[in-house]
């Protein structure tokens, strides 16, 4: 058997059913769960920075995506309310379309 130790999304277990292999799940507590979908955010982002193509970026930009809705929940909140505290930020500060890197300032 293979070791995979990960959070993984709600429907695999019955996918993996479905091709007769044995498996073994176990449901997280909430504290692990918000652990491991800090470490699921984290292998997203780095398979999304991995990704050569664009839809491979799109896919996993989706994957990330469905863990901040994840994680939004967790924290009594939706993605929709996530999105608000975005664009008042962006309204705020401005966005990254302009592509500005700051150097250096002066103390």
Known sequence: ??????????????????????????????KEYIQFLKEKGFEELKEYCKAGKKQDAIEELADLLEVMNALAATHGSSIEEVERVRKKKAENRGGFQKKIFLIEVED
């Open 1 to 30: 058997m293979t070791a995979y130790n990960k959070l993984v999304r709600d429907n695999i277990p019955s996918i993996i059913d479905k091709t007769g292999m044995r498996f073994t799940t176990r449901i997280l507590s909430e």
